[in-house]
């Protein structure tokens, strides 16, 4: 690739990006001549769940955008959503950013510790804070999660206009919570608690806001960074009608033929083995058992969540469209992903005598008429959250390729290659310096703005972006993660996995996940020495990162539901005991009169 070519409608700040070199930001080429930066996350969104990874849900525009950019198939991120939006912000592993898991999870023990907080550490710098110093206007519309103290806010964390909700997730519809952990729906607008219009639908609305922000500042020429996280398909899972009517009866043959389906397709396009097998999860349900009625039922569960992803999709169209006309799309480099794999945190039977009175206590409709629109409570089951991963072991919360392999496309980077994929493996820390390297800046080092910082550990992945073939990890260099005693080490083309129980029995498992990304073959007793190599390495990494342990019989859902209570009975248990105090002479009272 030639010098000329490479400089052929780019600045020069992107040239040096390409060729491992960076502008400062005193040094940056005048504002016009900068790229913008969107990076758009899908929120639990599994490997096949959308059309250029081999998805029969119509993505028209991220296919297109696949077509002219670059997709990873060897992405990883967290298991879950906020130590994976961590790690998108800082570059930095998500144990040392201050976000080991979601804070809804944290023990009491945990919280004690600096790093276990469930919120952006003040120690690392987010992406969006080196754009901002470097004069690029900065927003964010949607999904936060990373802390909702004043100081913990995206508008006090480098983004110039927010419009932000801090909770794991809400409704799509109206300002209203999915889950009675939360009293209401905290969405805020640049740092201030806000309401939500009456014609709200999230993806619709979020793209709005993205618009209205670029739009009101586009004139000065400055470039932008804006980041949308969708709420889609987070739980609830809802969509327009007309949106999920295009997938009526498209389900009805039931999960496992969907996982296979999608597998063959993953396969045709190339981006898994031809001779990839798979697993098949326990918590996967029988299609031929159930009643014809709930074979329709769950037929349609699917169809919404399908009908949510083409919304998704759709309504970025018209954010593709807007930048288009403005003569901005080509000059705005594009990054869509998801935050983990899909999710299964919707119940197995949605009629269920403690599910109902759960979700219609909240006041949600579960009919088959209804699901998936406004007023409507749905998700989607173990079983076909097993073909949203496919072909890959398991989903969100767990450490199989399910819950951390998601896709990813990356689209306009300076020098980058035009419509193939790369199986370089990558990780989540590796999309903030590359987007700064893509704008010609340095990531910051161990200071900041006059303070102490960590910083970024993410590679750079520019040259896979030229050269696909090429390895952003050489086989030495190790990532390590951990969720809730769940483990995992990656190595070259291998993975350390343990499953904590009742998911798994605690052991370690080895696997090649470039020939064997299913997990399917275990080659922990073939390679003694490899296996206690990366035990030890992962066992390094725990001690680096300050890695705490969960209490035995832990469970993730139970710790939800444990602090949630203690949440509740601690104001009420004090008021209740005052209460007491102050009646207690009344009642006393009262018993001597009587037995006057």
Known sequence: ???????????????????????????????????????????????????????????????????????????????????????????????????????????????????????????????ANVFEQAGYHTYLAGKWHLGAEPAQLPSARGFQRTFALMDSGADNWEQRPYLPIYDQANWFADGEPTTLPDDFYSSAFLVDKTIEFIDAEFADGQPFFAYLPFQAVHIPVQAPAAFTERYLGVYDAGWDALRAARRDRAVDLGLVPEDTAMVRMDSTGAWAALSEDRKRFEAKRMAVYAGMLEAMDFHLGRLFAYLQAKGAFENTIIVFTSDNGPEVSGPVDPHGVMNARGVEGQGYDQSYERLGERGSYNSISPSFASAAASPFSFYKFHVGEGGMRVPLIIANAPGQAEGVMTHAFSWATDIAPTLLAAAGLSPPGDRFAGRPVLPMTGKNLLPVLAQPEARAYDAAETVGYELTGHGVLFQGDYKLLRHVPPVGDGRWALYDIVRDPGETTDLSAREPARLASMVAAYHAFEASHGVLPVPPGYSQLGQVVSNYVQKQLREPVLTGLLTALLLLPVFLLGRRQRRA
Do not use: K, W
């Open 1 to 127: 690739m030639t010098v000329r070519r490479l400089t052929s409608g780019l600045s020069l700040a992107l040239v040096l990006a390409t060729l491992g070199l960076s502008l400062s930001p005193a040094q940056a080429e005048p504002a016009l001549r900068r790229p913008n930066v969107l990076l758009i996350l899908a929120d639990d969104v599994g490997f096949t769940d959308i059309e250029p990874f081999g998805s029969e849900i119509r993505t028209p525009n991220l296919q297109a955008l696949a077509e002219r950019g670059v997709r990873f198939t060897n992405y990883h991120t967290a298991a879950n959503c906020a130590p994976s939006r961590a790690m998108l912000m800082t570059g930095v592993n998500n144990h040392l950013a201050g976000v080991p898991n979601i804070a809804e999870m944290l023990t009491p023990a945990q919280r004690q510790a600096e790093n276990y907080q469930g919120a952006l550490s003040h120690r690392v710098v987010t992406v």
